[in-house]
């Protein structure tokens, strides 16, 4: 595709937001290039979702690049002319402009193919936003030869010319946790017939608190937040049950295994200190983001030979699911500058499409580079 070309189907795909799994319009933008160009698409099975592959043969030289597809349940309030067509869907995230880019890197590639002397697997995978695409796509089996993985996220921190790549933890683990005190209900005059579980339920959360500043390591970085509280619902009746619900971010397993454990430890403490009984749930999300140093110093060194800024973008304690590639082979998530004044998962979010076609020539540049390494 030509600048332009690239920068109207982005604005296409922009206008055309699908929440997770329910991208199909979006598949089916990306396949119509895909196939237009001859470049070769894997049959995944999967419903939403593409795996594109170029070069040759069968081999043990497999780079993997991925993007992500999926818009989120905003409003859009951008006023951009290429705005929302679907009330209440938007990319907030910037996943149009990865899947573009990506896109674009795929023809790149198929263009220089000669140059590959192995496989590059393009994966547009659905469903990052809640967090299931990824183990979906894994679980077609076509990429269990991928020995290196490059992931791209747009940043709007950084103005166009610039790449985050930093090595280490980027981006935490997301684990959601929920406690149900359960005590026994009464009259609000009448305290001693029953078992208040609300005033359990304050001792909980303070006690919550006490986990990351009294037993973690200062250095280590991590957070346990109680979002959703609930119990009751009238001022004369002493409720059942009081219900807490939050998440956990932690960079390493020791960490989210340590804060895990205390949750339970504290729920069922807290319970019987007041005389109730904990239940407790644990719902683990996907690992915490963790860059290859060695890979983040090549891509960095080849940033800036091709004129980028390479910075070493801050930490997020958000979730990301391209860390589930990374349980089988290393690899770097890739922060690209895309300037802007919003920050993601904002109504008012925006990316400038300058940005598509350097960096779409960056990671083909990168892929060629490693899968000949
Ligand atoms: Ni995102």
């Not at 496989?119 to 979906?136: D, H, M, S, T, Y």
């Not at 932690?250 to 007041?274: M, Y």
Request: aromatic share 6%; glycine share 8%.
């Amino acid at each position: 595709m030509t600048e332009r070309e690239l920068i109207a189907f982005f604005e296409d795909i922009h206008a055309h937001p699908e929440l997770g799994f329910e991208e199909r319009r979006t598949t089916a933008k990306v396949l119509e290039v895909l196939n237009a160009h001859g470049v070769t698409v894997l049959s995944s099975g999967l419903e939403t979702g593409v795996i594109a592959q170029v070069g040759k043969g069968e081999t043990d030289r497999v780079i993997g690049l991925r993007c992500d597809m999926d818009a989120l349940p905003i409003q859009e309030e951008s006023n951009l002319p290429y705005a929302s067509l679907h009330a209440g869907k938007m990319h907030a995230c910037g996943h149009d402009f990865h899947t573009s880019c990506m896109l674009q890197t795929a023809l790149l590639l198929k263009a220089r193919e000669s140059e590959i002397h192995g496989l590059v697997k393009i994966v547009f995978q659905p469903a990052e936003e809640i967090a299931n695409g990824a183990k979906r796509v894994l679980a077609t089996g076509l990429l269990q030869n991928v020995r290196e993985f490059y992931g791209i996220h747009s940043y709007p921190w950084f103005p166009v010319g610039t790449l985050g790549i930093k090595e280490g933890p980027v981006m935490a683990a997301p684990d959601r946790f929920v406690i149900r005190l359960l005590g026994k209900g009464a009259h609000g005059a009448e305290p001693h017939h029953g078992i208040d579980p609300i005033v359990a339920l304050g001792a909980l959360i303070q006690s919550t608190q006490t986990i990351v500043s009294r037993t973690l390591d200062p250095f280590s970085p991590a957070l346990v937040s109680i979002t959703h509280v609930e119990a009751g619902n009238t001022w004369n009746v002493i409720p059942e049950c009081a219900i807490a619900e939050g998440t956990v971010r932690t960079l390493n397993s020791e960490d989210r295994a340590h804060i895990e454990a205390s949750l339970r430890r504290i729920a069922n403490g807290v319970a019987e200190a007041h005389g109730c009984t904990a239940e407790f749930e644990w719902h683990e999300g996907s690992p915490a983001v963790i860059n290859d140093p060695s890979l983040c110093a090549e891509a960095r060194a080849l940033a800036l030979e091709m004129g980028f800024q390479a910075e070493r973008q801050e930490n997020t304690m958000g979730g990301e699911d391209f860390s589930e590639y990374l349980q089988y082979c290393p690899g770097v998530f890739i922060r690209v500058g895309t300037g802007g004044a919003y920050a993601s998962h904002h109504p008012k979010f925006t990316v400038d499409p300058a940005a598509l076609q350097p960096a779409a020539k960056f990671f083909a540049e990168l892929a060629i580079r490693r899968v000949n390494a």
